[in-house]
């Protein structure tokens, strides 16, 4: 079985569609530029054991997957959901944090070149 698209591109035509091109180019932009931060905190929690950067990777998981979701970038929200997971019990974080990491460095460079090109 294989995961869903790194993007939905029919999610990207109804945002465009919504507000513009140009409109859809700055959200992209802004989703690229945020899941940064969250997977900053996602990483931090994955190198340690500290319960409370446990919970902040679930957090930072949880709204990288909202904000993925609302860009098309269906890959990162699927890798979000197992971090997600993860976070939430004991599970060993490293690994999905790890996959999650290199899901959205190759969607960032999808949703960038999308946003050149539109």
């Known amino acids: 079985m294989t995961g869903p698209p790194l993007i939905d591109r029919a999610v990207i035509d109804e945002l465009v569609e919504a507000i513009g091109a140009d409109g859809a180019r700055s959200v992209i932009e802004l989703f690229v530029a945020e899941a940064q931060?969250?997977?900053?905190t996602i990483a931090a929690a994955a190198a340690g054991a500290d319960a409370a950067k446990r919970d902040d990777a679930r957090r930072a998981a949880h709204s990288l997957k909202s904000g993925a979701g609302q860009v098309g970038a269906a890959a990162?929200?699927?890798?979000?959901?197992?971090?997600?997971?993860?976070a939430s019990t004991d599970a060993g974080l490293a690994e999905p944090a790890a996959a999650l990491q290199r899901c959205a460095a190759e969607t960032a460079r999808e949703l960038t070149r999308l946003a050149i090109r539109d």
């Open 76 to 86: 990162i929200a699927a890798a979000a959901i197992e971090v997600e997971r993860a």
């Open 37 to 40: 931060g969250y997977l900053a």
